[in-house]
């Protein structure tokens, strides 16, 4: 029996798909179509599941704060200098911004002339230039503190501050603790945080050289931006990382968004593989139907091999290599195309595209196993054929 070469059976299993191209554009779609649905459908629920978790996170659902809490003398123990370095230390801990605290009694007014305890319920603070990056916050105009302003009697306004004090642009000067400051920016909306919505900011800098009394301990909060999923697993210890000597640290969530997180991750992720297992199903249907209907198609062609002296093995070695091919070229067209599919609509949706790796790399050799596993069994059953039967199909 002659065997034929690995170079020779790939020259075979070609001779099909380049002799009727027609054909086998067709096949290929069939298969392409059932990749791109794949690819497509995973990935606009793993991109719609990144926007949710990620619009839940600019709320606050992986901030944690952490305060001074109070001993059993209900006096508050304060939160060392030391605290924000050591928080910042902590496994999957991305960000720490702290809140300084300036004396009681300061207030944010308008200008000068309006009374002592009409302050809106405004109040004033003390932070340094990383706090709004560690917050996620953002800024509606003007700049933040950087380190030439920081030591400066300037402010930065929260988006509900501004607004209860009639201040829509940066330039113009408000009344804090009988000084007036400039005010160089007014941020967005911080979400949860709501105290950041209401407050006065000062540079830390500045506060610290003429506002807060010598020796005072100033941290009124730290701000900790934890790793999306990772808000349980912090919160059991920073606690005592913030202060190793004392257990009266107070650490709370913004929201209970936290917990809503992990559950619409976990929700999500469930409905992300359900789909991507109907869409498997249904890719796997049309590429099988694509391949058996490529070869019963051609039995009298295998008829004419074996007549010419082609062994069984040959020739459904010649079909299944024709079935890596179509699958092969379908599979990667298909998950190009999903892909293009994910990004088309993100961009409409202004989402972030997320087209998993698995899924991308995946679909194609799906594409293969199904594809041979489809053309084996009729290649098979066509090369057992006698020649004589076989060739009544032609």
């Known amino acids: 029996m002659i065997r034929l070469s690995p170079a020779d059976q790939l020259r075979t299993a070609l001779i099909g798909p380049r ?23 995973t990935g606009i629920a ?46 999957d801990v991305q960000r720490v911004g702290v809140l300084e605290s300036v004396p009681d009694g300061i207030g944010v007014y308008r200008n000068d002339l309006i009374p002592a305890g009409q302050g809106n319920g405004l109040s004033a603070y003390a932070a340094g230039p990383a706090f709004l990056a560690a917050i996620g916050g953002s800024l509606a105009s003007g700049s933040w503190f950087d380190e030439s302003t920081r030591g400066l009697p300037v402010t930065v306004l929260g988006s509900s501050a501004a607004a209860r004090l009639g201040i829509t642009q940066p330039g113009v000067r408000v009344w804090i603790g009988a000084q007036w400051y400039t005010v160089i920016g007014i941020l967005n909306s911080a979400g949860l945080a709501k105290e950041v919505d209401t407050a006065a900011f000062l540079g830390d800098d500045w506060s610290r050289d003429n506002v807060s009394e010598a020796g005072a301990d100033t941290i009124a909060a730290i701000f900790v931006r934890v790793a999306p999923g990772k808000v349980a697993d912090v919160h059991k210890v920073v606690a005592q990382a913030a202060n190793p000597v ?66 069984p093995g040959q020739v459904a070695s010649q079909f299944v290599g024709e079935a890596i091919v179509l699958a092969g070229i379908g599979g990667l067209v298909g998950a190009l195309a999903g892909a293009i ?10 989402q972030v595209a997320v087209v998993p790796i698995e899924v991308l790399v995946g679909g194609p050799l799906v594409a293969l196993a199904v594809g041979v596993v489809a053309g084996l069994y009729p290649a098979l059953s066509a090369a057992r054929l006698s020649p004589t039967i076989a060739l009544r199909t032609v």
């Open 19 to 41: 002799s009727r191209p027609l054909r086998t554009a067709l096949s290929a779609l069939g298969i392409a179509v059932g990749i791109a649905a794949l690819t497509a459908i």
């Open 46 to 91: 793993a991109s719609n599941q990144a926007q949710l978790l990620a619009d839940l996170d600019a709320l606050g659902a992986n901030m944690l704060v952490v305060q001074p809490g109070q001993g059993p003398d209900q006096v508050v123990v304060p939160l060392p200098d030391t605290a924000a370095a050591m928080i910042g230390r902590v496994e």
């Open 341 to 350: 599919a994910v990004f088309v609509y993100a961009a409409l949706g202004a």
């Open 246 to 311: 004392s257990p009266y640290v107070q650490v709370s969530d913004l929201s209970d968004f936290a917990g809503a997180r992990d559950k619409a991750d976990s929700s999500l992720s469930s409905l992300a593989v359900g789909l991507a297992a109907i869409a498997l199903l249904v890719g796997g249907i049309g590429i099988a139907n694509t391949m058996v209907v490529a070869v019963l198609e051609r039995r009298g062609e295998i008829g004419l091999r074996r007549a010419l002296g082609a062994r």
